[in-house]
């Protein structure tokens, strides 16, 4: 089945609702001269006299002054001095925010190592001077101090501190020298008899992969799937590899996904990377257990009800957005929660407008205050214009919109695309595509929704150009693979071929209920009846789509097990009572009388041709 991934604005509601996190209110600010001098007296004076102290103090003071004049230079000698003289870890850190202040990664060293030769013991210092290191992009002298940091720190830390290594030297730009200084600072870890040998290895393949050498981090993950499993750190590398189109990864990604000691954090990223590749049933799935295993996290929840609003679930979705609701406002006031209920709002106003309260959407919209979501308020008010029949107005209201850059145009343009696809005007959505293809020729998503908009108009060869461009400049594009195959299974012509494309397909998605579609249907169309209906129950399975409960509802009535196609059919009739495929299947097989059809409110015992297999 082919699979339309540019869907309604449920999506921008569920890519927003994935880019929120942590929703937690920043520190207040405090001036300057306060934080100076609580920072002095909370430090013990015993080792000082009177005298050492009041100068400390009055230096650390004079030291804010300057800076706030502008003396940015003195002032850091100044604060230096003060550290060391008090040797206050917290003095020596304002200091190093004051010559970066000055852009001076030479004094900013100064100060770290000064630190560090005042208080060895600071893990704190040892990872200023690691950090700075970075920055100066002294990668060899770095190593000692990387060592250091893994053989001080405790058990329950270890994960997270190998996890964060790939991303303090992500912006070096000779990763070959990074890639020996981290292995060198691991000796330990990388040990055969290290419980942290997997993540180390984890870590080395994100090196490798930062450096583009993909065979080179599969090969990592798969050492470092050999000695554990359950390594966090390789599931992260898998979900990376994946992530970059490499299908190799999947088996050992989902393995650990569905594993029942699988990272929470892990999860999250999972979940999102599923809706990404419009996965939104699996992805629904995953963070349900998020919620269920960590309730009072707010931002899974409305990750939750952005996935179940796409998925029309709607008293589900209400349910997780509730439940955001009361988490976040329990929170201090910060932007991110701020930002948080108004993306709550919008997609509260999107099932509105789905459920047909045009009325509660407006009041909905016109709650939301954060200027970075007028473009999508105003789609939505767009939308509602165009389900009281005025896509003139609708059409304005979009157009209407600011487009400081190209990248906004853009953005307009797509969504005036799905209004019109959505709202019936086919050949102006193919018109606007065409368009945009035209100014963006590489953009594999935009190519693929123009490939299934020609189709829709009964440009097939059109269909097929599109989609062995977007397959012969990216090979990993599952969908152009699973689209192009099943239009020829779906056709019965070229059927070595459509196998040949549809595995491909599979071999990203293994577990992708159109993909397996595909498959199933084209078994179906070669005879094979069983293998057929085996793939079409594990598709329904994962995803009870009205489509896919077409194509298993044939097969089942094919294979004369008819009482079990109506069930699948009916079941199909609840999820989309709308979808050509299924009425279509329903009359060419049981009848126009069908007892189906006939229980359907106003339908006429006709179904509607059927323009593509694309969903809407």
């Not at 609702?17 to 001098?37: E, I, M, R, Y």
């Not at 804010?64 to 001095?81: H, K, N, T, Y």
């Not at 970059?244 to 892990?266: E, I, R």
Request: aromatic letters at 6%.
């Amino acid at each position: 089945m082919q699979k339309n991934h540019q869907r309604t604005l449920f999506s921008l509601s569920l890519m927003a609702a994935f880019l929120l996190s942590g929703c937690q209110a920043a520190p207040s600010p405090v001036s300057a001269q306060t934080q100076a001098a609580e920072t002095v007296e909370s430090v013990p004076d015993n080792a000082l006299s009177p005298r050492a102290t009041a100068e400390s103090f009055y230096e650390a003071l004079v030291a804010e002054i300057l800076v706030q004049e502008g003396d940015a230079g003195s002032s850091f000698e100044l604060m230096l001095r003060s550290a060391q003289t008090r040797k206050q870890e917290d003095l020596f850190r304002r200091s190093m925010q004051i010559a970066f202040l000055l852009g001076d990664g030479e004094r900013a060293l100064r100060a770290a190592n000064a630190w560090l030769a005042a208080v060895p013991s600071s893990r704190d210092a040892n990872k200023a001077v690691l950090q700075v290191l970075v920055n100066l992009n002294r990668i060899p002298q770095s190593q000692w101090h990387l060592r250091k940091e893994l053989n001080v720190a405790a058990e329950s830390e270890m994960a997270e501190n190998l996890y964060a290594i790939p991303l303090v030297y992500q912006r070096t730009p000779d990763k070959a020298v990074v890639y020996q200084v981290v292995q060198a600072a691991m000796v330990d870890q990388l040990q055969e008899d290290s419980p942290w040998r997997a993540d180390a290895l984890a870590v080395l393949g994100r090196i490798e992969l930062q450096r583009g050498q993909q065979d080179a981090a599969l090969d990592s993950l798969r050492q470092a799937y050999a000695v554990n499993p359950q390594s966090v750190g390789a599931a992260f590398l898998a979900l990376e590899l994946y992530a970059q189109g490499n299908p190799k990864a999947g088996a050992m990604l989902h393995a650990y996904a569905n594993s029942d000691t699988a990272n929470t954090l892990f999860l999250i990223a999972y979940g999102r990377l599923l809706a990404a590749q419009n996965n939104d049933q699996q992805a629904l799935q995953v963070f349900q257990r998020v919620t269920s295993s960590v309730p009072d996290m707010p931002d899974p929840w409305l990750a939750q009800g952005a996935l179940q609003a796409s998925l029309e679930q709607f008293a589900d979705a209400k349910k997780s957005l509730d439940q955001f609701d009361r988490l976040i406002e329990e929170l201090p006031e910060s932007d991110l929660q701020l930002r948080g209920m108004d993306e709550s709002l919008v997609i509260r106003a999107q099932i509105a407008e789905a459920e047909g309260d045009l009325a509660l959407t407006q009041s909905l919209l016109d709650e939301v205050g954060d200027p970075g979501l007028v473009m999508r308020v105003q789609v939505q008010r767009a939308r509602s214009k165009a389900q009281q029949g005025h896509i003139t107005e609708a059409r304005a209201l979009i157009q209407a919109l600011p487009a400081p850059n190209d990248e906004i145009k853009q953005l307009k343009q797509r969504a005036e695309v799905q209004l019109l696809r959505d709202y019936g005007d086919t050949q102006g959505a193919y018109d606007l595509l065409a368009q945009l293809v035209k100014s963006n020729p590489d953009d594999d998503d935009l190519v693929y929704e123009y490939a299934l908009m020609a189709e829709r108009l009964g440009k097939v060869k059109e269909m097929e150009t599109q989609l062995r461009r977007i397959i012969d400049r990216s090979p990993g594009h599952f969908h152009a693979l699973n689209a192009l195959g099943y239009s020829y299974a779906d056709r019965g012509i070229r059927l070595a071929e459509a196998r040949r494309l549809i595995q491909a397909a599979l071999a990203f998605e293994p577990e992708n209920p159109y993909v397996l579609d595909s498959m199933g249907w084209l078994e179906y169309r070669q005879g094979n009846l069983a293998a057929a209906q085996r793939l079409l129950e594990q598709a329904y399975r994962i995803d009870a789509d009205a489509e896919i409960a077409a194509h298993l509802g044939e097969v089942l009535w094919v294979r004369g097990e008819r009482s079990q196609a109506l069930k699948v059919w009916r079941e199909g009739l609840a999820d989309n009572a709308q979808s050509q495929s299924l009425l279509e299947t329903i009359e060419r097989l049981d009848g126009a009388g069908s007892v189906l059809l006939l229980e359907l409110p106003g339908h006429t015992g006709q179904a509607a041709p059927e323009a593509v297999k694309a969903q809407p």
